[in-house]
């Protein structure tokens, strides 16, 4: 009535992606990830990612990160660039360039940087220069 092969694939289909690094773990260097991430260590390097990224209260990163949403609790230092949510807790410790979709910042955060908020209006303008310089060049050919 019941086989092994059915009770697998759920497990499978239900299984995240998700890269954790330890507390008392430091990595040095550049990696990309799909996956989510949670960093309780040190990070050092650039981050690229198309998941979801948790700092804890003893994670660090120091470097680039570029991804969709994050949730700070930990501290950053250098170049955060989100198209989604920065989400910061009362213990959240940033500083640097920030570019985001949305932020939420709880009090008691540090929040010591330049900041930069890209609403959809900015992007659809942006679509609609692009569009236009597209329409130019084939006029300039056509007189050349």
């Known amino acids: 009535m019941f086989s092994d092969t059915k009770k697998d694939k ?43 990224l948790v700092v804890g209260k003893e994670g660090y990163i120091k470097g680039t990160l570029q991804g969709t949403d994050a949730y700070f609790e930990g501290k950053f230092s250098g170049k955060l660039s ?31 940087v330049t900041c930069v908020m890209k609403g959809t209006v900015k992007e659809m303008n942006n679509g609609g220069q692009q569009q236009q310089t597209q329409q130019k060049k084939p006029e300039t050919g056509k007189t050349a």
């Open 10 to 52: 759920p497990m499978i289909e239900n299984t995240s992606n998700q890269n954790i690094i330890a507390q008392g773990t430091k990595i040095v260097g550049d990696f990309n990830s799909e996956g989510d991430f949670r960093i309780d260590g040190v990070i050092e390097g650039n981050i690229k990612t198309t998941g979801k």
């Open 82 to 112: 989100l198209s989604g949510t920065l989400t910061l807790k009362s213990s959240a410790f940033i500083e640097g360039e920030v570019i985001v979709g949305k932020l939420a910042v709880e009090p008691g955060a540090t929040f010591n």
